[in-house]
């Protein structure tokens, strides 16, 4: 039997381990991050032009926060409830291949219908693409 002091300790432990860090800098998107995407990861293009100025590096966490994404249902969504889709770039050759052109092309295709659908993350190939 539960005594009257064991379950509000129950109680706050089990909050506590849902809660998060303690300092509140839990990771929101975890639940939906799909499996080998790490937010640390550099996406195409910068973050803005101030952030550019600066040498900074547009993250997949920082795109996510200007997105205003969220998790819901399992997935990430953006602040107007699309969908995210996360896309691997191809094109850092040393030395490209020789349907290297075709490459792009097929993969040019496939972001535009993406984009038809999702908000799309572009992850790029180059992870200092400064």
């Not at 799909?34 to 550099?42: A, T």
């Not at 409830?81 to 691997?88: D, P, S």
């Not at 295709?109 to 190939?125: A, F, G, N, T």
Request: aromatic share 6%; hydrophobic share 35%.
């Amino acid at each position: 039997m539960i005594s009257h002091i064991q379950l509000p300790l129950t109680l706050i432990f089990l909050l506590l381990m849902f809660a998060g860090s303690p300092d509140g800098k839990s990771n929101p998107y975890k639940a939906c991050m799909p499996e080998g995407i790490e937010l640390n990861e550099v996406v195409s293009g910068p973050a803005n032009n101030s952030s550019q100025e600066k040498g900074e590096k547009l993250t997949i966490q920082r795109a996510l926060q200007q997105a205003k994404a969220r998790c819901r249902r399992g997935k990430l969504v953006d602040g107007a409830g699309k969908e995210i889709y996360f896309f691997r770039l191809i094109g850092c050759w040393g030395n490209p291949p020789e349907d290297y052109e075709d490459q792009l092309k097929r993969q040019a295709e496939k972001l535009e219908e993406l984009k038809k659908k999702y908000r799309v993350i572009e992850i790029s190939c180059n992870p200092n693409p400064l």
